[in-house]
């Protein structure tokens, strides 16, 4: 221990220094690391799936894909005739090459058919999901195989998405892509193996049915490649291939809502075959599974130098059955552990955007390592780390929901426990970690189709004053060649209302809540590769790292240093005003999410809710009694249903947010009145301890925090009192505050300083202003309240 030094000159170190010992002879309350770490590779799909070759083993053999291409958009009449994929089914049946199940009919139609041609309906009411294609259960139907063809596609694995296959001439394949499950459209991704081709035979591809209007796909991406001859012989594993790419409207009608005539949008692809008796697989891009994540995990959590740092634990059972993943990455030292920060990282919210992953592993793989920065990290933070928020939509091929159909990225503001289990329990879990301590960073990893480069949005109140939100993003872009700052917004938009960037920013208060997009292409025409989206996640790391201050350090050794942040807000001031107009947004199509009705046919509503459920057995046997009104009684009991399955459930801190003015006030100090105010009545709210902390949310910190808490009161509140008055372990932010004092009393050389701390000194006084006013006026005098 280095006590001595500390002792003299630092009153909190002296503090901690006892906490310390006394930590060493009492065993912590929760086992930190438990022993079994490793996690079980149990992979549920709603289908049977084929293993997949494994792809990846390094990330350094790509190669740079310099030829030029030609993007030809095909002059093709976009008629006005309404035909259907249905309709183009029946004219070309005898064509049909593919189905991904073979037991699909895809002729069949009831009466009353509800679905659409390439949705898949999982029904949730029994144990085991049931899966129905055009109301037939599917894996009842009678076997009906396809023709046998020289040419043979697959999409029966992990993440894989082809729903059938047509072929149209020799030498041309038209392909259907399936739904996300439960919804009748957000398709885009595709991923599928072609097999049979002859060595330097040339196919192509015509994926009939995409959503967006607009594709990176017409500015030069190729779709991602993995040939298994290739990788046996020379070792190449995916790369960007394929050529003579365009996308252009379909002459396909959207089936839904059928009234508005909407087309598809198709994309065509040409390509080589090089190898007799290849297997070739396509992807939109390179594909990364649960499976992958899951053998990631584990090598991490095996490797003796890695998993003293790391720990794990299911944060909840999917819809599916998977796991949802919470890892935690801090540093095993108990010494300052108070004063880390929070950090906050999210991906695969949306399961077609695999470049999330790679980010994700990327962050894992650094915040791991031996690195000194990743030392200083873990001495100075805590990671809350949600690697895959959606596996269950991973694993069986969805581009955009989860299982129930919605797309979770746009459920966070009252998630439903049943529906969307992932978003409710890790909304719950950071909310009590932001009791326990200050969250600095929040990242939600995602994927983008439409723009080049890498780029954030984050929230705030002002498309034009350059405030806080904007530093880290600045500084993100600094650090990261692959990330362009140009392209980031600040905007809080009402169409994105419900994501978790907006719900965590509006209710935590935390400034740098970003989502994190990395294109599906690159930049400057250039492809990004695996280990592209591996560096950005790197570069997260670095950017944080400048900005977290050392609390193991004195003061005085980092005073004299530059504030970064002071640095990045002065350059944000010097640039040109923007309006931050978002070009292309990647937003989702809610047309294509199911209506209540049939909802309620695939969800049980009381499988997730005692109180509904006694409240819907109250209403049938009210029902039972009024047997002379039938037609009245059975709306009832629908509408009740429908109501409790779509009800969302209740979140504890039902505090109403005034809703954000549209106006915009000329004056900035006048635009952060309304949130500040809250943030002041927060601050009244916490004065109580956070013993209210739900239990199922109890993280180590939590029990860790307790201790200290009891501590604290035995031993040194008097102490503590004549110290610094204020001293409250509870309120993260107030321990700046207190260690800005202790360097004032220390600290007499330091002229640079004295300002922000008289500052941080006179708002202590003055007990009405709470420290998020000190924080709103260290916003503007550009101090680092975050230090
Ligand atoms: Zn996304």
Redesign the pocket.
């Known amino acids: 221990m280095n006590s001595n030094n500390n002792y003299n000159n630092d009153s909190s170190s002296e503090d901690d220094l006892q906490v310390y010992e006394t930590l060493t002879k009492i065993a912590p309350a929760n086992e930190l690391l438990p022993r079994k770490l490793t996690i079980d590779i149990d992979v549920k799909s709603l289908y049977p799936l084929k293993p997949l070759p494994k792809f990846c083993k390094t990330y350094t053999t790509f190669f740079e894909e310099s030829s030029q291409r030609e993007c030809l958009i095909p002059d093709i009449q976009v008629s006005d005739e309404n035909r259907t994929l249905l309709d183009y089914y029946e004219e070309n049946k005898q064509n049909l090459v593919y189905k991904r199940f073979d037991q699909l009919d895809l002729g069949k139609r009831t009466s009353n058919d509800r679905t659409y041609f390439a949705s898949l309906l999982a029904n949730f009411k029994r144990t085991q999901p049931r899966v129905f294609f055009r109301g037939e259960a599917l894996f009842d139907q009678k076997l009906t195989p396809c023709t046998s063809e020289q040419i043979q596609f697959d999409s029966n694995f992990e993440s894989g998405n082809l729903f059938c296959a047509f072929k149209k001439a020799e030498n041309i394949y038209d392909l259907v892509i399936q739904n996300d499950i439960n919804t009748r459209g957000n398709t885009q991704w595709f991923f599928f193996s072609v097999t049979g081709a002859k060595a330097g035979q040339t196919i192509q591809f015509n994926i009939l049915n995409h959503l967006k209007t607009g594709s990176l796909f017409n500015e030069g991406l190729q779709p991602a490649v993995y040939s298994v001859k290739e990788n046996q012989l020379v070792g190449t594993e995916w790369c960007r291939d394929g050529f003579n790419i365009s996308y252009f409207k379909s002459i396909f009608m959207k089936e839904y809502p059928l009234s508005l005539k909407k087309k598809y949008y198709q994309l065509r692809f040409h390509y080589t075959f090089k190898h007799e008796g290849d297997k070739v697989y396509f992807a939109h891009s390179y594909p990364y599974t649960y499976t992958n994540l899951l053998e990631f995990l584990n090598t991490q959590l095996e490797d003796q130098e890695r998993n003293q740092y790391l720990s794990r634990k299911v944060l909840c059972t999917t819809l599916g059955g998977n796991t949802c993943e919470v890892l935690t990455i801090t540093s095993n030292s108990l010494q300052k552990r108070a004063f880390r920060k929070g950090v906050v990282f999210l991906a695969r ?2 399961p077609g ?1 695999p470049q ?1 992953s790679y980010v994700m592993q990327g962050i894992i793989e650094f915040l791991t390592s031996n690195n000194p920065q990743a030392e200083y990290l873990r001495q100075n933070c805590i990671f809350k780390i949600f690697p895959m928020m959606n596996s269950d939509g991973v694993v069986n091929g969805n581009y ?1 929901c989860g299982l129930e159909g919605s797309d979770l ?1 746009r459920r966070w503001k009252k998630p439903n426990k049943y529906l969307h289990p992932s978003v409710y329990y890790a909304k719950k879990y950071v909310k009590g970690f932001s009791k326990e301590r200050q969250i600095l960073l929040v990242v939600d990893l ?3 189709s439409r723009k080049q480069s890498s780029f954030v949005y984050g929230c705030a109140y002002s498309s034009q004053v350059k405030t806080i939100e904007r530093v880290f993003a600045l500084l993100m872009s600094k650090v990261n060649p692959f990330m362009d700052y140009s392209s980031c917004t600040f905007r809080v938009e009402s169409a994105k209302d419900k994501t978790a960037r907006i719900q965590l920013w509006r209710e935590l208060k935390i400034n740098w809540v970003y989502t994190y ?1 990395c294109s599906f292409y690159g930049q400057q025409k250039k492809h990004y590769q695996i280990k592209d989206y591996l560096n950005c996640g790197v570069s997260i790391c670095n950017a944080l790292s400048q900005i977290v201050k050392d609390t193991t350090k004195e003061f005085t050794n980092q005073a004299n240093q530059p504030d970064i942040q002071q640095q990045m807000l002065e350059e944000l001031g010097k640039m040109p005003q923007t309006d931050d107009q978002d070009i292309g947004s ?1 937003s989702s199509q809610s047309e294509a999410e199911l209506s209540d009705d049939e909802l309620v046919q695939l969800f049980q509503p009381k499988t997730y809710s005692i109180k509904q459920k006694n409240l819907s057995k109250q209403q049938e046997t009210n029902n039972k009694k009024k047997i002379q009104q039938p037609n009245s009684n059975q709306k009832s009991t629908i509408a009740s249903q429908k109501a409790s399955v779509l009800q969302e459930s209740p979140t504890k801190n039902q505090e109403q947010k005034p809703p954000m003015s549209s106006q915009k006030p000329k004056n900035p100090l006048y635009r952060i009145q309304a949130p500040q105010r809250n943030r002041q009545l927060d601050q009244v709210k916490q004065v109580e301890p956070p013993l209210m902390v739900d239990k199922s949310v109890q993280t180590d910190d939590w029990i860790y925090r307790q201790w200290l808490i009891q501590m604290g009161k035995l031993k040194k509140q008097q102490e503590f009192q004549s110290i610094t008055p204020t001293r409250n372990i509870y309120k993260s932010s107030s321990q700046s505050v207190t260690r800005f004092i202790v360097k004032n009393s220390t600290m007499k050389n330091d002229r640079g300083r004295v300002d922000s701390i008289s500052l941080m000194a006179s708002g202590l006084q003055n007990k009405l202003i709470s420290s998020s006013q000190q924080r709103q006026m260290m916003r503007y005098s550009g101090s680092n309240f975050m230090s």
């Open positions: 919210q949306h955007e999330g955009r990225n995602h994927g983008h997009e990647d």
